[in-house]
Structures are given as C-alpha cells and as structure tokens.
C-alpha cells in the first residue's frame, strides 16, 4: 500500500477520533493506499499530550504552519471553530497540501465559496467531513431512494437530533457565539449531515421556508459567571424539490436540531412515493425498513443489516457498524478518491456541494428574518 502522510490541526475530540481510525486501518481490505499521523498542531499544549502514544506522530506543535511546512504531510485534516475555518483553510491549499476540511466548510456562504475557489484553482484535493451516510442503512436508503423504486416521489425528510443543549447547566462554548459558530448556528454545526444525501442525489431546494429558534439566552461560562448565547439551536427548513424524473415538485423536510428531547445523537432519512419508500434511522442502526404497496395491500418491512460498509473490512458480516467504523470509511473514501480509485462507490462531500449547503443555510437566515419563502 502507498503511505500517505496525515497532519491534522485541532487535537480535540474529532482529532483523536480520525487518529484512531488511522491506527485501525489493518481492518481495511484491499486497500491501495495507507495513512500514517505524522503531525498533529493545536493551540492548547494538553491536547497534544494523548498524541504521543502514537508513534508516528513525530511533529506535535501549537503552531500549525510549522506542520504545513513540512514535506512529511501530504493531507491534513482541519477540525477548528468555524470563524477560522477560511484562513486556516486558505494556509493549507497555499502549502500545496489536500485536505479534508469539518464542516461547514467556512463560517458563511462568503467563506464557503472562497474555499471552494482557492481549492479549485490550487489544484489540491478537497474534500468537507460528513460520516453519517457511510452507515449501512444510510447507504441503502440512498441507493433505493436513487433507483427510481418510490415510483413519484411524495415527500422526503432528512435530518439530525442530539439533546447535548437540554442541559442549562452546561458551560457555554464557540459553538454557542455567532461570532465564532457563525450566524447560521445550529445548521452550520449539523446542517450538513442533514444536506449530504439530498444534495448528492440532485436534490437542492429551489426554495423554502425556515423555523429557526433558540434554548438558553445564558449559560455558565465555566469561569463562575455567565455567557450570553446567541445561536440557533434548533431548524426546520421546508423545502420544495423540482427533480426532471417528475413533473411536479416534492417536499423536502430538512431538520437540524440541539434541543431534541429523548436523542443522543441522531441521523435519519426518509422518502416516501407512490410505489415504494424508505426510512433509515441510526437511533435504530441495523434496521432498514422498505414499503411495497399490492394493490390495495400496503406494508412495510423491517431488513436487519450486517456489516455492509462500502470499503471492504475484515469484520464478519452478521457484526453491527459503530461511529469508529463510519470514521474509518469516510477516510477511505477520501484517500482511495484522491488515489483515483473510488469508482462507484460513495463519496465523500464535494466542495460545490459544501457550498449548496451554504447556499440553502443562508436562504433559511433570510427567510427566518424576513417570515417569508425564500428562493436558494
């Protein structure tokens, strides 16, 4: 297998997650390329403690352009408060480095399109993170609702929840500060979890009208005294879909929510059509349910899935897929696409497809203001 040289700048949980996956890449099958951490920068010199017990991390800095500078790193993996997404974005493709960027690929739409542009003219290549879609279910909710077997397609929901913001008590972070989350808040920091399979199935809104709202005005500070918070935490984002396979448009449901009583951390997607459907949740992961309609006889079904990722592993089929494993196909995904091999297997997210979720976040902001359907 070709090495692959792998910097990554912000040694926080996600940091630790993506070098995890790396050392577990043995479970890989038939792989044509491998990633070895070499580097790891963050401002906070406790983050890079946990990185020592990885052997081939040799650089461990707070200054993430002395890792650009080093002809040891080939891509690097960028996991930063949105508000310096842009310029540390920008540094990278000047070094001459690929990168897999977290999303939401800039603070705002602005930044988005600035990175994609920058990308494309450096000829690196880029890529945004987005893991859930490489579950199982998610994969065969995406090649149904692709294979034209709902028939006209009625409506479609795609979204995710978590419940980490019921708590008044927790201590406020950037992702709760427009000024570091950026304006859009709660969809720049889950919106495109929800976007990535519309998006890549052709689905972009034409239109559409957003219900933003907010929890806690304030919160702890972690210092003994308070912070106000000013991000949306919560989005529901009514979408009109115009698709040629059909001659009338369809609605798209696209949630994104902080404040989901009863969810831990939830991704779901959903279509429904005249003939068949198809809904997939990861609170329920090895469950795909598929519906059929006979005549006047209609079911759904429930198929328990195995280990059925798109990059082949060592893991015997009948086993249950985990947030390490989805982790671990995202990057190869990445790498075997940047080494020109992914045929037709999924992808990660493209750069314009960053940007069409910015597209769709800045139309939800207008609209939010303005009470009003908004074109995107």
């Not at 842009?86 to 705002?108: H, M, R, T, W």
Request: include cysteine; charge should be negative; glycine fraction near 10%.
């Amino acid at each position: 297998m070709k090495t692959v040289g792998i910097g990554i700048i912000g040694g926080g949980l996600m940091g630790r997650e993506i070098a995890s996956a790396f050392t577990r890449w043995c479970a890989l099958v038939d792989m044509p390329v491998k990633p070895e951490l070499r580097a790891v920068a963050d401002l906070n010199p406790a983050a890079l403690e946990w990185f020592k017990q990885i052997d081939t991390a040799e650089l461990l800095t707070v200054d993430y352009k002395e890792l650009l500078a080093s002809d040891d790193i080939d891509v690097v993996y960028v996991a930063v408060p949105h508000n310096l997404h842009e310029s540390i974005y920008l540094d990278v493709l000047s070094a001459g480095k690929d990168l897999l960027a977290e999303k939401p690929f800039g603070i705002d739409i602005t930044a988005a399109q600035s990175i994609r542009d920058a990308a494309a003219e450096s000829g690196c290549f880029v890529r945004c993170s987005s893991e859930f879609p490489f579950m199982p279910g998610a994969q065969r909710a995406f090649e149904y609702a692709k294979s034209g077997k709902c028939g006209r397609i009625l409506e479609a929901v795609s979204g995710f929840h978590h419940a980490s913001d019921l708590d008044a008590t927790k201590a406020a972070n950037w992702k709760r500060l427009s000024k570091t989350c950026g304006e859009v808040g709660v969809l720049g920091d889950l919106g495109m979890h929800a976007c990535h399979l519309p998006l890549r199935l052709g689905w972009k809104p034409s239109r559409l009208f957003a219900q933003l709202s907010k929890g806690y005005p304030e919160r702890p500070d972690g210092k003994g005294g308070s912070a106000k918070c000013d991000t949306w935490d919560n989005a529901l984002l009514n979408t009109w879909i115009e698709i040629k396979s059909q001659p009338e448009h369809f609605p798209l449901r696209l949630e994104m929510k902080r404040l989901a009583p009863g969810e831990t951390n939830t991704w779901f997607f959903e279509v429904t059509g005249t003939e068949g459907g198809v809904r997939y949740s990861t609170k329920y992961p090895k469950t795909l349910e598929t519906f059929t309609r006979n005549g006047s006889e209609q079911q759904w079904q429930r198929t328990d899935l195995g280990f059925g990722v798109p990059f082949k592993t060592v893991t015997g089929g009948i086993f249950e897929v985990g947030f390490p494993d989805i982790i671990q196909q995202m990057w190869a995904a990445y790498l075997v696409e940047r080494e020109g091999a992914l045929g037709d297997r999924f992808g990660c997210v493209t750069p314009d497809e960053a940007v069409g979720s910015q597209e769709i976040f800045a139309a939800a902001l207008a609209s939010q203001e303005k009470g009003t359907v908004e074109d995107v």
